[in-house]
T-cell receptor
Framework: AQKITQTQPGMFVQEKEAVTLDCTYDTSDPSYGLFWYKQPSSGEMIFLIYQGSYDQQNATEGRYSLNFQKARKSANLVISASQLGDSAMYFCAMREGTGNQFYFGTGTSLTVIP | DTGVSQDPRHKITKRGQNVTFRCDPISEHNRLYWYRQTLGQGPEFLTYFQNEAQLEKSRLLSDRFSAERPKGSFSTLEIQRTEQGDSAMYLC????????????FGPGTRLTVL
């Protein structure tokens, strides 16, 4: 089974609107971390936001927030007030327990329309 | 610039040749990771170092691949007898023990095997 599933290959959003990128995960470890990364066309992976499995609050970082629904095993990324510079690939990732492997999804390509 | 650097950025080689890539992590980071990313996919974990010790290696990693981090600073990834299927982006990332696990990625080395 896939550890991380991103079911949206591509998404479009109007500039200044909010967009939600979906991510579901699969693990039996009670301790895990969830991450979102942005990969612009230049190729470099940029860390956006982190959510720990024991965190009570949803993580937020500026215009990014993570909608963490533990029972559903989902960790959707919400980008508010989209900007043209948000156009990129977005990857959801997970690290289980104290392990050092990060498991990445297949990514979602986001295009912001002016 | 104090980010993660990788060299070369691009490498074209003929099938059967050996190639070596270098990664220089952020100076105070003791953890170093190698990933491979093919078109349309997320990064796939290859191996992990803590200081100079290689602590984890993906079971998917062929024995043609070897990585070193001799002094706990820079790392090299060597691919022997390259195959066309090795064509990919090879990403390096680093982090510090004790933090939530945020990884800082380098720009990657794009390998093309003809």
């Amino acid at each position: 089974a896939q550890k991380i599933t991103q079911t949206q290959p591509g998404m479009f959003v109007q500039e200044k609107e909010a967009v939600t990128l979906d991510c579901t995960y699969d693990t039996s470890d009670p301790s895990y971390g969830l991450f979102w990364y942005k990969q612009p066309s230049s190729g470099e992976m940029i860390f956006l936001i982190y959510q720990g499995s024991y965190d009570q609050q949803n993580a937020t970082e500026g215009r990014y927030s993570l909608n963490f629904q533990k029972a559903r095993k989902s960790a959707n990324l919400v980008i508010s007030a989209s900007q043209l510079g948000d156009s990129a690939m977005y990857f959801c990732a997970m690290r289980e327990g104290t392990g050092n492997q990060f498991y990445f999804g297949t990514g979602t390509s986001l295009t912001v329309i002016p | 610039d104090t980010g993660v650097s990788q060299d070369p950025r691009h490498k074209i080689t003929k099938r059967g040749q050996n190639v070596t890539f270098r990664c220089d992590p952020i100076s105070e980071h003791n953890r170093l990771y190698w990933y491979r990313q093919t078109l349309g996919q997320g990064p796939e974990f290859l191996t992990y170092f803590q200081n100079e010790a290689q602590l984890e290696k993906s079971r998917l990693l062929s024995d043609r691949f070897s990585a070193e981090r001799p002094k706990g600073s820079f790392s090299t990834l060597e691919i022997q007898r390259t195959e066309q299927g090795d064509s990919a982006m090879y990403l390096c990332a680093s982090s510090i023990s004790g933090q939530v696990g945020e990884q800082f990625f380098g720009p990657g080395t794009r390998l093309t095997v003809l």
